[in-house]
């Protein structure tokens, strides 16, 4: 049985087929990423998705604050290896908002159920992240990935920590991520992160698990125009314009 394109797939489909029929040739610069999103009423994440299939097939090349190029025109068939490397990807900004939907409700019920040691797990957690960050490491998001899973963990819920591990090796086996990421040229960004998990782990630690989940949901929220803004290849001054996401209010309000 064949598995459903996902909706970047069908629209990075609908672009190749502009491609395979001439009405982009090579060189030519593909319309902005809004224009494109507006053509199939679709948010800007899903076209940026669509774009990062299109350049790891090699079709399209990202011009930092010039656009999107076109450099290869498809081939009528991927090859057997490159539709199950496409199959078993995942869009980075699906992921997130899969994430943000789970994570925030299980930082709520960590806050019911943490207890002292593992607060002190996380205080020493971020010490490592703000250590790695004042080291220069922009690469290692190892204690990024510490903390997220020791939330999971304060649940006392196995399921819920192997939910969020394979979420973090999905992420690190991500053609698609790995692509994003590259684009990135200035990773100040990661010093608000790690102010968002500060907040997290106070909400944490006085036991407030409508803050517990509005500060995380906030947080991956923040991650995802983040890595918007700071991978548009149009626009240096971006204006933060495009999610679909659900408002924190509806979340953390009951």
């Known amino acids: 049985m064949l598995a459903p394109n996902r909706l970047y797939q069908e629209i990075g489909n609908e ?45 399209v090349t990202v011009k930092k604050g010039s ?32 994430r943000q939907l789970i994570e925030s409700n299980i930082a709520a019920f960590a806050a019911t159920q ?32 510490m ?17 969020l591990t394979d ?5 690190y086996a991500s053609k698609m991520w790995n692509k994003l990421h590259s684009r990135i040229q200035d990773h100040s960004y990661r010093k608000k992160w790690l102010f968002d998990h500060e907040k997290i782990l106070h909400a944490l630690q006085i036991r ?3 803050a517990a989940r509005q500060a995380m949901w906030q ?3 923040n991650v995802k125009q983040t890595l918007m803004t700071v991978s548009d290849s149009e626009d240096p001054n971006f ?3 495009l999610f679909d996401s659900i408002p924190v209010g509806i979340i953390v309000n009951e």
Do not use: C
């Not at 990423?33 to 199939?40: K, L, Q, V, W």
């Not at 205080?123 to 290692?140: N, P, T």
């Not at 903390?147 to 939910?163: C, D, G, P, W």
């Open 114 to 145: 943490i207890v002292k040691s593992e607060v002190l797990e996380l205080r020493a957690i971020l010490e490592q992240e703000r250590q790695i960050l004042a080291d220069g490491i922009l690469d290692d998001y190892s204690a990024d990935e």
């Open 239 to 241: 204006d933060g314009y």
């Open 15 to 59: 672009l190749k087929f502009l491609l395979k029929i001439g009405t982009y040739k090579i060189g030519d610069r593909l319309p902005p990423e809004r224009d494109i999103a507006e053509t199939y009423n679709v948010s800007r994440t899903v076209v940026r998705e669509a774009l990062i299939m299109l350049e790891l097939e090699n079709l």
């Open 147 to 163: 903390f997220h899973i020791a939330i999971a963990r304060a649940t006392k819920n196995s399921v819920l920590e192997s939910l």
């Open 208 to 210: 407030d698990a409508k």
């Open 167 to 171: 979420f973090w090796q999905k992420r």
């Open 219 to 221: 947080h991956l929220e």
């Open 67 to 98: 656009g999107v190029y076109v450099i290869g025109l498809p081939d009528d068939e991927l090859s057997e290896h490159d539709k199950q490397l496409e199959d078993s990807d995942f869009g980075p900004f699906e992921l997130l908002q899969a």
